[in-house]
Nanobody, 118 residues
Framework: QVQLVESGGGLVHPGGSLRLSCAAS????????MSWYRQAPGKERELVAV????????NYAASVKGRFTISTDNAANTVSLQMNSLKPEDTAVYYC???????????WGQGTQVTVSS
């Protein structure tokens, strides 16, 4: 079974850093675009960052560009999101997503809470 397991969420002060990790199993990692989304209470789920596991090409939401970095370890089937200079508005549930590069395959992780607060 395909499974995406996230870790690294938690509570951090403004200006702090967190590193989220998503371990994928049951899929061929190289055929997916891997991405991170987030959803704050009462808000729509939004794309934060996406990476092609083959080319390494990345894209970021304007609100996080320059602060967040998405990366993959293809051998370990993991995708990470390094979050620096965190702001209260970054508070949300963060989700890992795997999308087929040439198909409609679509898998989501369970979500992990990130709270940025003094």
């Amino acid at each position: 079974q395909v499974q995406l397991v996230e870790s690294g969420g938690g509570l951090v002060h403004p200006g702090g850093s967190l590193r989220l990790s998503c371990a994928a199993s049951g899929l061929t990692f190289s055929i997916y675009f891997m991405s991170w989304y987030r959803q704050a209470p009462g808000k729509e789920r939004e794309l934060v960052a996406v990476i092609s596991s083959v080319s390494g090409t990345t894209n970021y939401a304007a609100s996080v560009k320059g602060r967040f970095t998405i990366s993959t370890d293809n051998a370990a089937n993991t995708v990470s999101l390094q979050m620096n200079s965190l702001k209260p508005e970054d508070t949300a549930v963060y989700y890992c997503r795997a999308q087929g590069r040439l198909s409609n395959l679509d898998h989501w992780g369970q979500g992990t809470q990130v709270t940025v607060s003094s």
